[in-house]
């Protein structure tokens, strides 16, 4: 059976981590949806410069809305996206309406300038929201200090959030308990917090691609018990916080009114290290109630040779403690590391 098919029985959803006009035009989205169970897309600025630059698949659209008037390359930008998440949206609104506004999202983000103001961060969001127009869109909102207090306000307006930029655990609880409070908030304003739906992504491997230079100065055996496993350690360890902050009598009382989880969605899970095997983190971060975002070449990848792994993410969480253990006591410190996740997005990108 198709490896990418099988994640449906281990309660974790497939998106596609691309996008391009022509992978709805030419049905090819639909087709991921169709045999491979795809059940939702994410996108970002650079995915759409890539799609844009390459080729000549935009040119009519440019030329036409070029036509209208005089736009700024933001204008331009933007007049395609949305258009094209909108496509998208649409193609997957089965999904969307199947799972009962579980699936079926596509996500697209705020301008990365905007990420340490929040009021900034606020009016994009509500713009692109209105913009798009589809109850399937998540708007993207970074981690960081000012995208927190947002994550809260827009979850209590009733905006889809996916949040970005997610490499710390520590960081992590606290975007669990913006989401919450907004819950709580559109609770109170009279909201339907059936309908809200939210993700927190995890940057995988650009986890080990920055903890990488600190392992140089050590010693071989203990490189080859840190290598490539900071990440799934650190994911791992999440996890096991998801399904303890998602439990008691505050969850309870929201899950009773129909408020769903906010899923660990695992981003960045191709292997920017050759040495490392080309499924590494799609089959080590299999769990229920998760949600992992692929790139074409790794999706390729794990319907050709994957091995599924049910509830792989819950196996050996005391040797992910380990990992992080060791990490610590060699001096390095991943807190640091990870505190510097905007800078290690472009470094990596």
């Known amino acids: 059976m198709n490896p990418l098919k099988q994640l449906e029985a281990c309660g974790q959803a497939p998106w596609l981590d691309f996008l391009k006009r022509s992978l709805v035009q030419d049905g090819e989205l639909q087709t991921l949806i169709d045999r491979d169970g795809l059940k939702g897309l994410t996108s970002n600025p650079s995915i759409f410069q890539k799609a844009i630059g390459e080729g000549d698949e935009y040119a009519g659209a440019i030329r036409d809305f070029l036509a209208t008037g005089d736009h700024s390359l933001s204008d331009i930008y933007e007049h395609l996206a949305i258009a ?19 699936d079926g999202y596509v996500s697209l983000e705020c301008s990365p300038y905007l990420a340490n103001d929040t009021e900034a961060t606020l009016v994009e969001a509500h713009r692109l929201w209105a913009a798009v127009d589809r109850p399937n869109l998540m708007v993207k909102v970074p981690a ?103 439990s008691g009598p505050r969850w309870q009382a929201l899950a009773s009114i129909g408020a769903q989880t906010q899923r660990l969605l695992w981003a960045s899970t191709s292997t920017k290290d050759k040495s490392f095997s080309d499924t590494l983190y799609v089959e080590e971060l299999i769990g229920r109630e998760t949600v992992d975002t692929i790139p074409p070449a790794t999706m390729d990848a794990f319907r050709d040779h994957g091995r599924v792994k049910p509830d792989g993410i819950e196996a050996d969480v005391d040797g992910a403690h380990a990992v992080l253990a060791t990490l610590k006591t060699q001096g390095i410190a991943l807190g640091d590391i990870t505190g510097r996740g905007p800078a290690i997005r472009r470094r990596l990108r």
């Open 144 to 246: 960081t200090p000012a995208g927190i207090p947002a994550i809260r306000r827009l979850i209590g307006e009733g905006i889809n959030i996916n949040i970005t930029l997610l490499f710390a655990v520590e960081v992590y609880e606290q975007v669990v308990e913006a989401y919450l409070s907004g819950l709580e908030d559109l609770q109170r304003a009279g909201g339907d917090v059936t309908r809200i739906a939210s993700v927190a992504s995890f940057f995988i491997s650009r986890i080990d691609g920055a903890v990488e230079p600190s392992l140089k100065s050590l010693s071989d055996n203990v490189v080859d018990g840190l290598r490539g496993k900071v990440a799934v350690a650190s994911a791992k360890i999440s996890y096991a916080r998801y399904r303890a902050l998602f």
């Open 84 to 102: 094209d998440i909108q496509e998208a949206a649409d193609v997957l609104r089965p999904v969307y309406d199947k799972t009962k506004a579980r």
